[in-house]
């Protein structure tokens, strides 16, 4: 069995830097919005809950981007997929 390819590391990123700031933005958002003296406790779940969803996305996100890249590469004729229709 040859090994999966691996997902572009650069590519991976930079699909996500602008999801990244946006959580961050709304990460500022929520102590903001916390009330004068419970700035901790205010803010600190939904933060938490920001980091849970992001973590699951960026997760799911490289899976799939790595899944995607093993079928693209597979060939269902067994071949290398370069000059196999030229070949027959």
């Known amino acids: 069995m040859e090994p999966m ?3 572009d590391r650069v590519a991976y990123v930079a699909g996500l830097r602008e999801q990244l700031e ?15 003296g419970e ?6 779940r939904p933060v938490l809950d920001l980091f849970t969803e992001f973590r699951q996305k960026v997760f799911e996100v490289g899976l799939q981007t790595r899944t995607d890249a093993a079928e693209a590469a597979f060939s ?3 071949g ?3 000059g196999d229709a030229a070949a027959e």
């Open 39 to 44: 700035i901790i406790a205010g803010s600190e």
């Open 5 to 7: 390819p691996k997902l």
């Open 22 to 36: 946006t959580l961050l933005g709304r990460v500022a958002d929520a102590i903001n919005d916390a009330q004068d």
């Open 76 to 78: 269902p004729s067994g």
């Open 80 to 82: 290398s997929g370069v």
